[in-house]
Nanobody, 123 residues
Framework: QVQLVESGGGLVQAGGSLRLSCAAS????????MGWFRQAPGKEREFVAA????????YYADSVKDRFSISRDNAKNTAYLQMNNLKPEDTAVYYC????????????????WGQGTQVTVSS
């Protein structure tokens, strides 16, 4: 089992930046692919980014490419999502997720989830 706890969300103006953290416990994250999804009110949970284990291959949704960056520190058992040039449409609850293999953009295929952290971008 893997327990995930997100932090770093908050209120920011459009054009600003936030850095989300995902602290894992229970198992070392070096054995897992780490990902981020988000869910806005009334919408389905959508894929944001993922980073594979060992090689560190990164995957991004088109809507965040060139603005967001995912990274991981296996020694600290923590994954990060650096979000720059934030837009009001980025407002959502952001969830950290982990899986033993890259599970694509369908949230139902990912194994472990955190409780989420709210990100609100004002215009």
């Amino acid at each position: 089992q893997v327990q995930l706890v997100e932090s770093g969300g908050g209120l920011v103006q459009a054009g600003g930046s936030l850095r989300l953290s995902c602290a894992a416990s229970g198992r070392t994250i070096s054995n897992y692919v780490m990902g981020w999804f988000r869910q806005a009110p009334g919408k389905e949970r959508e894929f944001v980014a993922a980073i594979s284990w060992i090689i560190g291959t990164r995957y991004y949704a088109d809507s965040v490419k060139d603005r967001f960056s995912i990274s991981r520190d296996n020694a600290k058992n923590t994954a990060y999502l650096q979000m720059n040039n934030l837009k009001p449409e980025d407002t959502a609850v952001y969830y950290c997720t982990a899986s033993t293999y890259y599970s694509g953009t369908d949230y139902r295929k990912w194994q472990y989830w955190g409780q989420g952290t709210q990100v609100t971008v004002s215009s």
